[in-house]
Nanobody, 117 residues
Framework: QVQLVESGGGLVQAGGSLRLSCAAS????????MGWFRQAPGKEREFVAS??????SYADSVKGRFTISRDNAKNTVFLQMNSLKPDDTAVYFC????????????WGQGTQVSVSS
């Protein structure tokens, strides 16, 4: 069992930055793929970024603006979000995938990010 707790969300003006954190407990996550997803009102949840032990992947909509990273010593994953746009407004969730592929196994409760124009 893995517990994930997101933090760092808030209200920011367009062009601003936020840094989200996802703290894991219950199991060491250093060897697992971690992901960030988001869900805007009235829309389906969508992939934002993921990180394996050594590389990150990004949705086209955030590439060049967002950076995913991890601190294995703190069992924490981060999402640095720069040049934020109103379209980035959503609840952001982190998740962990135990297997090498397939669905994510555990999810956090989410943190709200709101970007004003």
């Amino acid at each position: 069992q893995v517990q994930l707790v997101e933090s760092g969300g808030g209200l920011v003006q367009a062009g601003g930055s936020l840094r989200l954190s996802c703290a894991a407990s219950g199991r060491t996550i250093s060897s697992y793929t971690m992901g960030w997803f988001r869900q805007a009102p009235g829309k389906e949840r969508e992939f934002v970024a993921s990180i394996t032990w050594n590389s990150g992947s990004y949705a086209d909509s955030v590439k060049g603006r967002f950076t995913i990273s991890r601190d294995n010593a703190k069992n924490t994953v981060f999402l640095q979000m720069n040049s934020l746009k109103p379209d980035d407004t959503a609840v952001y969730f982190c998740a962990v995938r135990i297997a090498t592929r397939g669905p994510y196994d555990y999810w956090g409760q989410g943190t709200q990010v709101s970007v004003s124009s």
